[in-house]
């Protein structure tokens, strides 16, 4: 035979008291989860290579007989940075913020546009947590430069070197990068809410 405790004895309220403790670590857990808004972007950018133009890449100046085209200093892995970072933060592109029409931009040292972007995206309460690149470039051979993109980038945006990485491969001379044409970049971001 069981015997039944009334609803004010210890048995019961050890029960309630382990119920509702699990109650409040389950609550707990879900407004962590809630509070912790992770968020991932990723950004594409490719521009023309011509002769007459500086090569900017990384917020550096290479050495190369052509630079990139376009209406900033077409700085393209600055760019793809900073279309992963808008991505992330559903902010639109980096067209829509610094569109090509605008007088104001033209020939922009790029890294004041990632500074701007990074603005934004903290204004709307993210930090960045890490980001990872890559360029796409026959040439110039890029491994000896990255140390010095990295740290420029990592200045610009006020992180740790170790939240950027940066990589350089080229397509087996295949396509417009491989025929020397073009150079693209490629970066995925993490942000997380501050």
């Not at 067209?95 to 990074?118: Q, R």
Request: aromatic share 4%.
């Amino acid at each position: 035979m069981v015997q039944r405790s009334g609803y004010g004895s210890g048995v019961s309220l050890q029960v309630l008291l382990i119920v509702h403790r699990q109650f409040l670590e389950i609550n707990e857990r879900k407004e962590a989860k809630n509070n912790m808004k992770i968020r991932t972007g990723l950004g594409f950018d490719v521009h023309q290579l011509v002769e007459g133009r500086e090569l900017w890449l990384g917020g550096i100046l290479l050495e190369h007989e052509k630079g990139l085209l376009g209406h900033s200093d077409a700085d393209v892995l600055i760019h793809a940075i900073c279309d992963a970072l808008l991505g992330a933060a559903n902010m639109r592109d980096i067209g829509y913020h610094f569109p090509d029409t605008a007088a104001e931009l033209k020939n922009i040292d790029s890294k004041i546009l990632l500074d701007k972007t990074v603005a934004l995206i903290r204004n709307k309460g993210y930090e960045i947590g890490n980001i990872d690149a890559t360029v796409c470039a026959e040439r110039p051979k890029l491994k000896n430069h990255i140390p010095a993109m990295q740290k420029t980038l990592a200045q610009v945006m006020k992180i740790d070197i170790d939240d950027l990485s940066i990589k350089a491969t080229t397509t087996e001379r295949l396509g417009f990068t491989g025929r020397e044409e073009g150079i693209s970049a490629y970066a995925s971001v993490l942000i997380h809410k501050i």
